[in-house]
């Protein structure tokens, strides 16, 4: 993440036919952010701010452990609800994936 | 590029007003008329293995792409509305934007940011040796660096006026 430093609401997910089984997408998801190092420091606090409605501190507590650890776990959510949070924090241009919380 | 005005109000015209001279106008349309930067590379929904979630790896590049079309149109229809930039003092322009529309270039500029620096390959950006840098690979630094300069001027404009002095 550079040290050096949303219309426009983030696209809505397009529901597809989804291919994964019920078993899979019950399971817990977990979003990350992954740390890089265009993003800028106050970017990632504001856009976390933006699509999570964090206050201020908590955005800048993710950002810094982004920063520092090269990762953050965001949240804990279906298989839906983490997917949609993906597709808006990579609309911001944030390297965040979901992954099983296994 | 120096913000001027902060309005609260709803029923205002618009949310921030800053005073650019020409040089930033020239810069700030230069970096809008390329986004978008980023394209389907730069989209991966899982770190795992995808394949039992193909289709929703495809929903998310096939969203993002259209995502980007859309934001190119508004866009295009955004810069040709008349009085933009308004010259109201010699080399002295206003540029005004409502708080939605602060979101909205923010996430164009870091398209850009973004874009240019997956194109110059990922690099570690402290160090990069920019004198060796020439052609596109110089443009796609350059552009990287001013869509972060622009990025830091709206991201203070947001916590207030004495933030942005």
């Known amino acids: 993440m550079s040290e050096t430093a949303a219309s426009s609401a983030p696209p809505k997910t397009e529901q597809k036919e989804k291919t994964a089984p019920k078993e899979v997408r019950d399971r817990g998801y977990v979003v990350i952010c992954w740390n890089d190092p265009v993003n800028l420091m106050d970017y990632v606090t504001h856009v976390f701010q933006s699509v999570f409605g964090w206050p201020k501190a908590r955005a800048e507590r993710h950002m810094m452990q982004v920063h520092q650890a090269g990762k953050s776990l965001l949240v804990r959510e279906t298989f839906e609800k983490a997917e949609h949070y993906v597709h808006q924090l990579q609309a911001y241009g944030l390297n965040a994936t979901m992954e099983r919380d296994e | ?165």
């Open chain 2, 1 to 165: 590029m120096k913000l001027i005005r902060t309005l609260k109000s709803a029923s205002s015209s618009g949310g921030f007003a800053f005073l650019m001279n020409k040089q930033e106008v020239d810069w700030l349309l230069a970096l809008l008329k390329i986004y978008p930067q980023m394209d389907s590379s730069c989209h991966k929904l899982t770190t795992t293995s995808a394949a039992e979630i193909k289709a929703e790896q495809e929903t998310l590049e096939e969203s993002m792409a259209q995502y980007r079309r859309d934001h190119r149109r508004k866009l295009d229809k955004f810069l040709a509305s008349p009085g933009r930039f308004r010259l109201e003092a010699p080399d002295q322009y206003r540029f005004a934007l409502t708080p939605e529309q602060m979101e909205w270039m923010l996430q164009l500029l870091n398209d850009v940011r973004v874009g240019c620096w997956v194109k110059l390959g990922r690099p570690e950006l402290e160090g990069v040796p920019k004198r060796h840098l020439t052609g596109q690979a110089a443009r796609d630094m350059t552009a990287l660096e001013l869509s972060g300069y622009f990025q830091m001027v709206l991201l203070e404009a947001f916590k207030g006026p004495a933030a942005a002095s």
